[in-house]
T-cell receptor, first 113, second 116 residues
Framework: DGGITQSPKYLFRKEGQNVTLSCEQN?????MYWYRQDPGQGLRLIYY???????QKGDIAEGYSVSREKKESFPLTVTSAQKNPTAFYLC????????????FGSGTRLTVV | SQKIEQNSEALNIQEGKTATLTCNYT??????LQWYRQDPGRGPVFLLL?????KEKRKERLKVTFDTTLKQSLFHITASQPADSATYLC???????????????FGRGTQLTVWP
């Protein structure tokens, strides 16, 4: 079955550490996205990518970095520069067209300890 | 400033009734509007998409309307069931300038509870 796999489901980070969240899709979608969700807030866009080796900052990119070396993979690194990283992180993919919605992964919950 | 407001953080209705959720926006010019369902601890699931030149879209028990003059979308679930209980998210698909790729901007969601 096609879909998006995010791992790990739960992640704990110590102060000052960088952590990387994995996102893999087998839907042959060109575009991939990272969103952050906090309680009582809408999803906010961190980074997105339309093609391999190219990506753009979203609305809250500070303290995050991404890479897109393969079409199937779009990992997100939460760096120590991100001052409030505790949140639910969602990866999504889509066709580069507007007849389709996004397909989301099941999310990674990151907690700073 | 740009805003997406989903009226009513929570909506409680009796099974069998029609649930109506509202999405209002300001200072956006969306080409498309989408609705998603999200269950606790899970990623959103795409439900319906409606284009700016469409007034209404239906899918089984779901109906979406889109009024670009009022800057409003209504999302209806007819013959609601307890299994419909979830958070429903409105999302505006806005084209990036000079790009073929749109970006989705999400509202905070409305939590729907359908009681037997």
């Amino acid at each position: 079955d096609g879909g998006i796999t995010q791992s790990p489901k739960y992640l704990f980070r110590k102060e000052g550490q960088n952590v990387t969240l994995s996102c893999e899709q087998n839907l042959n979608h060109d575009a991939m996205y990272w969103y952050r969700q906090d309680p009582g807030q809408g999803l906010r866009l961190i980074y997105y990518s339309q093609i391999v080796n190219d990506f753009q900052k979203g609305d809250i990119a500070e303290g995050y970095s991404v890479s897109r070396e393969k079409k199937e993979s779009f990992p997100l690194t939460v760096t120590s520069a991100q001052k409030n990283p505790t949140a639910f992180y969602l990866c999504a993919s889509s066709m580069v067209a507007h007849n389709y919605g996004y397909t989301f992964g099941s999310g990674t919950r990151l907690t700073v300890v | 400033s740009q805003k997406i407001e989903q009226n009513s953080e929570a909506l409680n209705i009796q099974e069998g009734k029609t649930a109506t959720l509202t999405c209002n926006y300001t200072n956006y010019s969306p080409a498309y509007l989408q609705w998603y369902r999200q269950d606790p601890g899970r990623g959103p699931v795409f439900l319906l998409l409606i284009r700016e030149n469409e007034k209404e879209k239906r899918k089984e028990r779901l109906k979406v309307t889109f009024d670009t003059t009022l800057k409003q979308s209504l999302f209806h679930i007819t013959a609601s069931q307890p299994a419909d209980s979830a958070t429903y998210l409105c999302a505006l698909d806005v084209l990036d300038r000079g790009s073929t790729l749109g970006r989705l901007y999400f509202g905070r969601g409305t939590q729907l509870t359908v009681w037997p």
